[in-house]
């Protein structure tokens, strides 16, 4: 139990047990700092198994910190991507960790260059929880192929989840090598203020500022996996009832409650209302019901619940209409809802939304929808709908964003071959597939001469022919 910092004695603070942790996983790692890739691969294939082998209780688990959540939304949002993106980094490991031959210019031969992966060393993961197993299953992922050691704090807020998930990587990993920390938001400031030699943080972008003081006292590189509102825009042209239906998918899986859902649509003004209708449809096939359906996922808790209400109340009371998509709630099931003539001077239209909320935003020119989101914070995502592949480069060029669909919403995320990450407020950094092996590794420079020695012929002293000769050659 030494990592489980619920159990520390009045006297002892967090730190007195994750500084004594941290210390065994370095002199572990100074033992071992280079894994070879057999050892890596059978890291990735143990986990491998884990996972396939407890995805029933992990889903108990999560769907009891929600209260409900979709059995079928876990598997597909968190099992399903866990167990992709650790077959990949298995297939593709040994490509990743093999140095990059780079060019050695001729004023410097005879000589070698290469750039050499080398693992970090202890790497600090902090879980969020929202998806609580992907959320710490796909950076581990990459800083075990990276051959890192590494210490996990998991959210409070998951406390049936985070718990089942330490008890589980105990079976497959000693302590000195992955370690699960549990505990409140006073052991989640003592984590991030540990001297990591990396550390990745998921959550709100506020708290990612609190992180980045942290870790830049000791120096520590981080990897921010923050939110902001990702919008949506619908173009003229398409069919509302494709874009409805997509955005309906990316918005209700979870009840909103993901960093890249969309938070809220551009539509042409004109056809506000026939994506408003179109997309209340999408919802009702959806859920045809809301109360007693395991298909849909609570609010967290009643403190995330509650600020949500009180998002629809200022809106509410700023002007804004609102079309609830059901007559009623169910404990923390919350009602789905649009809502029509939002302006910048409601909360909804500040905060991230993180909620099954969605504003529509009425624009009249496409260059109007893109000023509109150039004008905001960079947000983590972006979705476009319309079929027009000019359109299409057009969006992607001149708006910012940590990624981009086309026609869809958060599948993104799910591709292990494509990096994952924000950009200015909505985080910085990447990880998953080759850029999560980046991440978590040194890449080092190495350049290599043997006995000859060319580079006397530039030794002091200065001034003699031949080396005026080589500054004539190559210095220009």
């Not at 370095?26 to 995805?55: K, Y």
Request: charge should be positive; glycine fraction near 8%; include cysteine.
């Amino acid at each position: 139990m030494v990592a489980d910092v619920r159990y520390l004695a009045p006297h002892q603070s967090p730190r007195d047990l994750l500084v004594p942790l941290l210390e065994r996983q370095r002199a572990a790692f100074a033992r071992q700092p280079m894994p070879s890739a057999d050892e890596r691969l059978q890291w990735l294939e143990a986990l491998r198994h884990l996972i396939e082998v407890n995805q029933r209780s992990l889903v108990e688990a999560i769907s009891e910190d929600f209260g409900n959540r979709s059995a079928d939304e876990t598997l597909l949002a968190e099992v399903m991507p866990c167990l992709h993106g650790i077959r990949d980094a298995r297939r593709r490991l040994r490509s990743w960790m093999k140095p990059s031959r780079r060019r050695v210019g001729l004023a410097f031969q005879p000589a070698s260059a290469r750039v050499v992966y080398q693992p970090l060393g202890v790497v600090g993961i902090i879980v969020p929880w929202n998806y609580p197993l992907f959320l710490a299953i796909a950076p581990l992922v990459g800083a075990l192929a990276a051959g890192n050691r590494v210490m996990i704090k998991m959210s409070e807020s998951t406390p049936a989840t985070s718990l089942r998930l330490k008890t589980l990587l105990a079976e497959i990993f000693p302590e000195d090598q992955v370690a699960v920390v549990l505990g409140d938001a006073e052991v989640g400031i003592a984590f991030s203020q540990l001297p990591f030699d990396h550390l990745l943080f998921t959550g709100s972008t506020a708290v990612g500022r609190h992180v980045m003081r942290a870790a830049a006292d000791n120096l520590t590189p981080v990897t921010l996996e923050l939110g902001g509102k990702s919008p949506a825009i619908v173009s003229h042209e398409v069919p509302l009832a494709d874009a409805a239906e997509r955005i309906a998918f990316g918005k209700t899986l979870n009840a909103g409650q993901t960093c890249v859902a969309p938070d809220y649509v551009l539509v042409p003004r004109e056809r506000v209302e026939g994506f408003v209708e179109a997309y209340r449809q999408v919802v009702a096939r959806f859920y045809p019901t809301l109360a007693d359906n395991p298909d849909y996922t609570s609010i967290i808790n009643e403190r995330q619940l509650a600020r949500l209400r009180g998002y629809l109340s200022d809106a509410e009371i700023k002007g804004a209409r609102i079309v609830p998509l059901f007559a009623d709630g169910q404990d923390r099931r919350m009602p789905h809802a649009l809502l029509l003539d939002v302006n910048d001077g409601m909360r909804v239209m500040q905060d991230e939304i993180f909620g099954p909320l969605l504003p529509i935003v009425p624009y009249d020119r496409p260059e109007d929808a893109i000023a509109y989101v150039n004008a905001r914070p960079r947000p983590l995502a972006l979705y476009y709908f319309g079929y027009d592949k000019r359109e299409q480069q057009r969006v992607i060029e001149r708006t910012h964003s940590g990624g981009v669909c086309l026609n869809d919403t958060l599948l993104h995320v799910a591709q292990d071959d494509l990096p994952f990450g924000g950009i200015g407020p909505s985080g910085m950094g990447h990880y998953h597939g080759h850029e999560g092996f980046l991440t978590f590794s040194k890449a080092k420079g190495v350049l290599g001469k043997q006995r000859f020695n060319a580079a006397r012929l530039i030794y002091p002293p200065y001034g003699r022919p031949l080396q005026r000769l080589i500054q004539k050659l190559f210095v220009r």
